[in-house]
């Protein structure tokens, strides 16, 4: 894993709602607990990765500002216009 989410697998840790959410003191883990499906679910925390990560690194003003070039053809592409306007209409 190269903290890169297009590299990443998509799954449903909870089937309903998220009752609570803690990490672990050294900060390595994340717990999840659900509500009604009484599952808990432990999340490795890699923060090396994402730091390390070239996208994370390519604006230093706001790091969420990668997250549109993760969009297929970036911030001048269509899904990102249509995004917005939509978002912008609401």
């Known amino acids: 894993m190269n903290g890169n989410p297009n590299n990443s697998i998509g799954l449903i840790s909870n089937s309903g709602k998220i009752n609570h959410v803690c990490s672990t003191k050294n900060g390595k883990y ?3 607990a659900g509500d009604e499906d009484l ?7 890699e923060f090396d990765r994402l730091e390390e990560n070239k996208l994370f690194n390519l604006k230093e003003d706001n ?3 990668i997250y549109p070039q993760l969009l ?3 911030e ?3 899904l990102y216009r249509d995004l917005k306007d939509y978002f912008y209409y609401s």
């Open 30 to 32: 994340l717990l999840t």
């Open 39 to 45: 599952s808990l679910n432990v999340w490795e925390i």
């Open 63 to 65: 790091p969420l500002d």
């Open 72 to 74: 297929e053809g970036g």
């Open 76 to 78: 001048e592409g269509e």
